[in-house]
């Protein structure tokens, strides 16, 4: 820095968190994920923007685009390996590789479990736990090879507590801790760490059919008295991502308030 221009910085200058690293975030066309994919971008990583909606996908990666970063945009149904794999493939080829997974595509199909169908109770496991399974095992070849990986997850902090009407998504987030953890065990060695984060009550589109008087319960139950921000998580997705954890593995990040004290 040259003399007389103390406290400016030149772009270069800048520290930015995820330079070139490649990332691939599900579910990330709205809410937590769209958070994070731009929270990405703009700390340097190339980013693939996964979910089901081709123009909600499109809208995320022009975002991207005309704030300066790199995106590409895959449709992918977690459910599904064909999909995944060629998100995958449009990844390595567009970009060359992959650095870290965010696990975050998600649903809630809410019932008391006396009223709970076996439908609501299989497609929320089958999204919420079998889809971070099947993403997980379609790239983790990859970052064997490379010897280096980041394997995030979104879980939820019902998962700490259980929730009314909530029992087959609080048994998959619960589930989804208990896989990174045992991947954080297998893949530690080989330079890939696993991490999941437990966003609390957090205001996107998921909230929009609890009405009115539970949401303000909900805000009350909260020390900090408010729902978190899809950027707040975003947040604490991209530290985890980046080499300043480069020693944290196996973690469980509660993001929620406090809600859990």
Not at 47 to 75: N, Q, S
Not at 103 to 110: E, F, L, R, S
Not at 121 to 148: E, P
Not at 188 to 214: H, W
Request: hydrophobic share 45%.
């Amino acid at each position: 820095m040259s003399q007389g221009s103390v406290g400016v910085l030149s772009i270069q200058e800048i520290r930015v968190r995820l330079r070139d690293k490649v990332a691939v975030i599900t579910g990330s066309a709205r809410g937590i994920g769209q958070a994070t994919a731009l929270k990405f971008a703009r700390e340097g990583a190339k980013v693939t923007v996964c979910d089901l909606t081709p123009e909600l996908i499109e809208e995320t990666v022009k975002m991207i685009r005309a704030a300066g970063g790199e995106a590409l945009g895959a449709i992918v149904d977690v459910r599904d390996m064909s999909s995944i794999r060629k998100m995958v493939d449009q990844t390595l080829s567009t970009f060359g590789r992959i650095d870290v997974l965010v696990n975050n595509a998600g649903i809630v199909k809410d019932a008391q479990l006396k009223n709970m169908t076996e439908e609501q109770f299989d497609l929320v496991i089958d999204i919420n736990l079998k889809g971070v399974y099947n993403c997980t095992r379609a790239v983790v070849d990859i970052m064997l090879q490379q010897q280096s990986g980041v394997i995030l997850s979104t879980s939820s902090v019902v998962a700490l507590y259980g929730n009314f009407g909530q029992t087959n998504y609080a048994a998959t987030k619960g589930a989804v801790i208990s896989m990174t953890k045992t991947w954080a065990k297998e893949l530690g060695r080989k330079g890939i760490r696993a991490n999941v984060v437990c966003p609390g009550f957090i205001a996107t589109t998921i909230l929009n059919s609890i009405p009115e008087r539970v949401l303000h319960a909900i805000e009350e139950k909260v020390p900090m008295g408010r729902l978190g921000k899809p950027e707040e998580i975003a947040d604490a997705f991209a530290f985890l991502a980046s080499d300043e954890a480069s020693y944290i593995n196996g973690a469980v990040l509660e993001v929620g308030g406090g809600v859990t004290v």
